[in-house]
């Protein structure tokens, strides 16, 4: 692709496809940001956070970017492999000795990173804590006992599991001896410069009204904005394996860039066969090491995304695409859960955008 569409051009094609969204009820607002090589990130913010003509999205909107939280625990856990601090290869057990169940203590970590653990999709753990306890030491223990007494299904099936990162996350947490949060900041927030990803326990919620309430949640009583809308990260305290970094459109993007940019050329942040290991396809299924694949039909990445490309989606509305072929990054990030989770057009819209993407970046071939 030769050149860039100018902002210009990327407003006037983009917009509608969000603002047709948001009429139908997709969700109240968006940001939307597309990552070229060496080009300035195009950005657009649309709609509300909640409906209110008085409160728009804008560029800075903090949104809560849900399971986009499990590329960088991957990527803190490569890192550390990278550095020898960790093998991929050693079971959880290892990591953190006494803390597991038997069968799942023997788990190894590559395989909780990439979905191969046969791990339960999710299991409510949360509910085994008062609301008024979350983020203590007494919560979190109950928690990952909970938890880490999963039996994981014979053979390893590959099974989606937010269960098998949290435990991963406490594994290399336990390891690094830091909290999941000031882990991840350390490995990948900080070294790449995204400042606008943010990390937050229960006791540190935004009062910003600039950031997109996501739930009104049953368990908290109340429409849940800035503290993280996943319930079993919110009793671990609020960040978790799984779920509990924020961010903008454009801070998704740029992380997107810097591994697109990793896989081109390399770099002292972490190797092109680090990044190649990670994103490579795996049998079994489209999950590989801290990303998915495309799938082989009705993929959220659209029609034009290839083989090669990765990404992630995450529950509240948000999801990172990277294609090495078109050399792309794009971030879609809204709140379709507000007010309720009942909301499903972000199905339609993801494709659509990145469909509506690859399209104008062809007309300017």
Request: net charge neutral; charged share 20%; aromatic share 6%.
């Amino acid at each position: 692709m030769r050149d860039a569409p100018t902002p210009d051009h990327f407003e006037r094609a983009l917009r509608p496809v969000l603002l047709d969204a948001i009429a139908g009820g997709a969700t109240p607002g968006a940001q939307l940001a597309l990552s070229l090589r060496s080009a300035p990130v195009l950005h657009l913010a649309v709609g509300t956070l909640d409906g209110a003509p008085g409160r728009p999205v804008r560029d800075d909107t903090v949104y809560d970017l849900a399971s986009l939280t499990k590329p960088l625990t991957a990527l803190a856990a490569v890192r550390l492999a990278a550095a020898g601090a960790l093998s991929l290869d050693e079971p959880i057990g290892a990591l953190w000795p006494g803390r597991f169940g038997e069968a799942t203590a023997a788990l190894r970590l590559d395989a909780l990173l990439s979905h191969r653990a046969g791990l339960p999709a999710w299991i409510g753990a949360y509910e085994d804590v008062d609301l008024a306890d979350c983020g203590t030491a007494a919560a979190r223990q109950r928690v990952i006992d909970r938890l880490g007494a999963s039996i994981p299904s014979p053979g390893g099936a590959a099974v989606y599991s937010d269960v098998g990162y949290i435990l991963a996350g406490e594994a290399i947490a336990a390891r690094a001896g830091e909290g999941i949060d000031a882990l991840v900041r350390r490995e990948v927030i900080t070294p790449l410069g995204l400042d606008a990803l943010h990390a937050r326990g229960v006791g540190a919620r935004w009062r910003d009204p600039g950031v997109a309430p996501t739930e009104r949640c049953p368990w908290r009583g109340r429409v849940v904005q800035g503290e993280v809308h996943d319930e079993n990260a919110y009793a671990l305290g609020g960040v978790a394996g799984h779920a509990g970094v924020f961010g903008t459109a454009v801070a998704v993007a740029a992380l997107g860039r810097a591994c697109l940019d990793g896989l081109r050329d390399g770099g002292t942040w972490l190797s092109r066969a680090s990044l190649a290991a990670m994103t490579a396809a795996r049998p079994g299924g489209t999950h590989r090491l801290g990303w998915d694949g495309v799938s082989p039909a009705g993929s959220s990445a659209g029609r034009y995304f290839g083989a090669s490309a990765f990404g992630h989606l995450g529950f509240t509305g948000t999801s990172l695409w990277c294609d090495p072929a078109l050399d792309v990054a794009v971030a879609l990030v809204t709140n379709r859960v507000h007010p309720s989770r009942d909301a499903v057009g972000i199905r339609a819209l993801r494709p659509r955008v990145h469909d509506a993407i690859i399209e104008l970046l062809r007309r300017n071939e």
